[in-house]
């Protein structure tokens, strides 16, 4: 089956950009979601498609994909950014979908 | 508004049966694939069970196949998922979860926790 590796933890000072890293082999191929999830709450799509922001989502928040590994960019990182991020994709050949192991993003 | 409202959940034993119903509203629902995802204390995100618009497709984690299904009713908006031979490891937050177009998870529900122990 298809695996997705996350760092399991980034830290950042406030004011600065954070990257959070989603690893796949040939992860380009497919379109890659992300997702914020605090503590007590639902998660949050942040980024579908690689690149796009669903309405509501800060332009802070930006995504790419090359090669084999996918990335999440915080820019400008507040303390209500603190959060778990997880990447997504679908699998065609299992037919599931697939989550990373999740990181946890600390605001120093 | 979307609004995507999971109840059900609670404490059973080990190898008992539970039902989570999920609740649909503020949206066309029989246009959208659902999903259930869980997360167990201290682990991550796992996706667990689908079903497409008309329920003639469903898929299932290796984790829970055989032992979870999962349905809809269109005319209520509403999709379950019914949980059998419920074990430890299955102790977990279950959310409801709209499908986008491009196979993300574009709404989710508040989830309901479920706690198998004896």
């Known amino acids: 089956s298809y695996v997705l590796t996350q760092p399991p933890s980034v830290s950042v000072a406030p004011g600065m950009a954070a990257s959070i890293t989603c690893a796949g082999d040939?992860?380009?191929?497919?379109?890659v979601n992300w997702y914020q999830q605090k503590p007590g709450q639902a998660p949050v799509l942040v980024i579908y498609?690689?690149?796009d922001r669903p309405s509501g989502i800060p332009e802070r928040f930006s995504g790419s994909n090359s090669g084999n590994t996918a990335t999440l960019t915080v820019s400008r990182v507040e303390a209500g950014d603190e959060a778990d991020y997880y990447c997504?994709?679908?699998?065609?050949?299992?037919?599931?979908?697939?989550f990373g192991g999740g990181t946890k993003l600390t605001v120093l | 508004e979307v609004q995507l409202v999971e109840s059900g959940g609670g404490l059973v034993q080990p190898g008992g049966s539970l039902r989570l119903a999920c609740a649909a509203s503020?949206?066309?629902?029989?246009?959208?694939?659902m999903n259930w995802v869980r997360r167990a204390p201290g682990k991550g995100l796992e996706w667990i069970a689908y079903?497409?618009?008309?329920?003639?497709?469903?898929r299932y984690a290796d984790s829970v196949k055989g032992r979870f299904t999962i349905s809809r009713d269109n005319a209520k908006n509403s999709v379950s998922l019914y949980m059998h031979s419920l074990r430890g490891e299955d102790t977990a937050v279950y959310y409801c979860?709209?499908?986008?177009?491009?196979?993300?998870?574009?709404?989710w529900g508040q989830g309901t926790l479920v706690t198998v122990s004896s």
């Open positions: 979860v709209r499908e986008g177009n491009l196979r993300d998870f574009d709404f």
């Open positions: 503020g949206f066309t629902f029989n246009d959208y694939e």
């Open positions: 079903i497409n618009t008309v329920a003639s497709t469903k």
């Open positions: 040939n992860i380009e191929r497919k379109g």
């Open positions: 498609y690689d690149s």
């Open positions: 997504q994709v679908w699998d065609s050949i299992s037919a599931h979908q697939v």
